[in-house]
């Protein structure tokens, strides 16, 4: 018998198209592309992120996001920096991961910002039947251009 060591290691596909696993390079259908992500659009430059963090501040009620973003193109050029969150453990099934801010930067070559997204912890809810607009306490997973970190959120 097996047993996951968490929820993460459990299989969870309901928000995804339908398609054979594995899936190769003959068996992926156009139609699985996305058109347009989000965050689509003509850059003539390069950007690259680093020092990401994120945490929870109380008295806001808001998960603050920190990341600095450099221009390492030749090109002035406009990044945007996109936040996604996922539930480590909900009492419902929740999104894989959901975006849940962004903020726009326009840097000029090898110039860098420090970008910062407040995202109010309302938006980390979900639609509970009788209940209405809820916000799990627990840990969410923050993520941000391919790195992460969780964030616990109190009881309410």
């Known amino acids: 018998m097996t047993v996951p060591k968490s929820a993460d290691d459990l299989p969870q596909t309901f928000d995804h198209i339908v398609h054979p696993h594995p899936i190769g390079d003959d068996g992926h259908p156009d139609s699985y592309d996305l058109l347009y992500p989000f965050g689509h659009g003509p850059s003539y430059t390069d950007f690259e992120t680093d020092g990401f963090s994120a945490t929870y501040d109380g008295d806001a009620d808001a998960v603050t ?50 970008v910062t997204v407040r995202v109010p912890a309302s938006t980390f809810g979900c639609y509970k039947p009788r209940e209405g607009h809820v916000v799990e306490s627990g840990t969410y997973r923050i993520d941000v251009d391919g790195a992460s970190t969780t964030v616990d959120l109190p009881e309410r």
């Open 65 to 114: 996001v920190s990341v600095d973003v450099s221009n390492v193109g030749e090109r002035e050029g406009m990044e945007t920096v996109q936040v996604y969150a996922r539930q480590q453990t909900a009492s419902r099934v929740r999104s894989v991961r959901s975006p849940v801010g962004f903020n726009r930067v326009t840097l000029a070559p090898g110039e860098m910002a420090a």
